[in-house]
């Protein structure tokens, strides 16, 4: 059977409505998330001292988060979420705005992290995206999400063991 005909297994990031501060309906698996950077803007001020010198300072001001880009393969699963975000993305104000869930998950797929968006927006659902070359049985498909703000909250259930190979294993990669 052909890739676009039955849906990808579980990913390692699942999207979420996000109903009360909890995560609730299953919109999709993703395979990557990237995006979601906190940035604070710096606001700079002059300063004169009492012999006139001037000198500038920096103070921070507003805090923004980039867009979240989310990617997973182009499956019948995919075809869901461009009905559920087509409307946002043409601008249609009823469903512009939601909040949303991402977890990480682990090999059984138990969520390890989440990332709350609220007010977030649909920005963009990809095109076309294919390379014979090095990806010859993946079609990618992404959705880019803009929120007001973003809560990262990690599971209690992370044991220390399980925090040390994660951390041992990320040593070794970078090594």
Do not use: C
Request: no cysteine; charged share 20%; hydrophobic share 45%.
């Amino acid at each position: 059977m052909s890739g676009l005909a039955e849906p990808t297994p579980i990913s390692q990031y699942t999207l979420y409505e996000m109903l009360n501060k909890t995560p609730s309906k299953i919109l999709a698996h993703f395979d990557m998330l990237t995006g979601g950077n906190q940035v604070i803007s710096m606001v700079t001020y002059n300063v004169i001292d009492d012999k006139g010198n001037v000198t500038t300072k920096v103070m921070p001001g507003q805090t923004t988060f980039e867009p979240m880009l989310l990617l997973r393969a182009m499956d019948v699963a995919a075809e869901e979420v461009v009905l559920r975000f087509e409307d946002a993305v043409a601008g249609k104000v009823k469903t512009l705005r939601k909040n949303y869930s991402v977890s990480m998950n682990d090999a059984n797929g138990n969520p390890l992290v989440w990332w709350h968006l609220y007010n977030a927006l649909p920005l963009k659902i990809s095109g076309f995206d294919f390379n014979m070359k090095t990806e010859s049985t993946y079609t990618s498909f992404e959705i880019t999400l803009q929120a007001e703000l973003i809560d990262i909250d990690f599971d209690k259930g992370a044991t220390s063991d399980a925090v040390a190979a994660a951390l041992e294993y990320w040593a070794e990669a970078t090594a």
